[in-house]
């Protein structure tokens, strides 16, 4: 439901450009071909074009791929509002899948819902575009981890 | 935890066929170069190598790669229990990322927990593999819809 | 995140007559002291003054009873779309826990994201009241299945 | 799925105690009229008898109290494994409600899954007993934080 964050202000005055780097470095987003759509404090969004190859038996974008974008999208989300210097790894996260996943063109929007030194909790929502129409085919919500960079080691936790 | 499914039988004397062609019919698993690795009732492995091209930003499997596995192997571990010419959607799934999935090949192991007309609720385990280790990485659990072929229209809910 | 489902209408006239008379019937709600406080279509509220026999070790409201009432909400949320002589039960849901549950009432407010002829899925945020302020303590996501009242028997799938 | 914590050892050779005096001190579980079980390092079952002031509207137990046991003894079962001095808190949970939870008495179970210096995401079956059956009826699968103990203030994030 409504994120409580509006009119938010980063710690990091670089987030959008550290968004964008860290962004160009998923290798699996070049692979889907996904993009980053917007980047403002607490809120992110990733968009995907439909193509035959990511799609499951019934032709739908599959799971996974609709996961993935609204996973980077709370990560990125969540970054927005951590100091320079910080990393971010997913701990968990929950999607419905509400309808099948038709369209030209995903959107996965990502807000924040609360944001904590160490946890963020983030919920997604994600969007099938055809034509003129828009509709919501899953939501994610999600918690994401703060890492101080320099012990970004192998243990998240 | 443990399933409570042991021994099981399908009710589709072709289920290991009609799983195979499903899961060839999925062109993302083509794209990440996931394959099947065992079909029994109740019980559905699939199996990715790493590739660089499918990582984050540190060089881990990403996400939405690992969800891609273990929701597949969600659905088909629950269509070996299905009549013949059902159908499975997901309806939602929750995961758990215990550590970096950092390995040379995964497995995501499902394991029907409760079959029922309608709804089947699965687990499953992914895990990376190096060398002679073992680590379980990400933990699934989800719920699958039985949809009935003819009617596998837009609404499969 | 945001409700798809504005100015709904239910197809159950007496929707809030039978909400009514279900929880009227759920013990528990009675044992907690937890009352309706709204119910219109696609969105319900539900309102629980603290007390001290309902905490955890902290003395913060337990997530047990935060669960409690937040399900009831979305239950009865999806319920309100339904038709008349409609069931509801749960399905599955997810819960994350924000902050402390510290107040003197909290309110559960579940609102239907996507209704379906058989499963409705709803999401809910449970406030804490203190004083003037209302604080986000807790947001559910979840999934809810309509049951035709005449074989609401054993078996909900 | 399997835990994979076997023949563990405790760093708090308190735990048991310290999980008793803990639970002791949760009205909630007094007021539900739940006990402990078994607490073993990793492991932590917390029994229910039924009661029909615990029901929702079809007589079966409500999804708060499956939901209340089944989240403290996943709690406890994170906190055996945590050293002296620490507190623990829920940080989110997922339940799939897998059958109606019918029976004369309720055993959650809550196994450690992985346990981090920070984070430990548990599982928890939850059973129902009736004359000599046992009937899975509920799974949950949680992530727990750890709490120094000095610092267990407001913010558990």
Redesign the interface.
């Known amino acids: 439901?409504?994120?409580?964050l509006a009119h938010l202000k980063s710690p990091n005055p670089n987030f959008a450009d550290d968004v964008r780097r860290?962004?160009a470095?998923?290798?699996?987003m070049?692979?889907?071909g996904a993009s980053l759509a917007l980047v403002e404090p607490g809120v992110v969004e990733i968009a995907l074009p439909y193509r035959?190859?990511?799609?499951?038996?019934?032709g739908y974008l599959?799971?996974?791929?609709v996961?993935?974008?609204a996973?980077?999208a709370c990560g990125y989300a969540a970054y927005t509002l951590m100091p320079a210097g910080s990393?971010v790894?997913?701990?968990?996260?929950?999607?419905?899948?509400?309808?099948?996943a038709?369209g030209e063109m995903f959107v996965a929007?990502a807000?924040v819902?609360?944001a904590?030194?160490?946890?963020?909790?983030v919920?997604?929502?994600v969007f099938a575009l055809a034509g003129y129409t828009k509709t919501?085919v899953a939501?994610m919500?999600g918690?994401m981890?703060r890492i101080v960079r320099a012990s970004?080691s192998?243990?998240?936790?």
């Open positions: 439901m409504g994120s409580e860290s962004f470095q998923q290798p699996i070049n692979l889907l035959a190859d990511l799609a499951q038996h019934h599959h799971a996974g791929a996961t993935a974008i996973d980077s990393d790894l997913s701990v968990e996260f929950k999607v419905n899948l509400l309808r099948p038709q929007r807000e819902i609360k904590g030194r160490t946890l963020t909790v919920s997604a929502d919501l939501t919500q918690t981890i970004s192998a243990d998240h936790s």
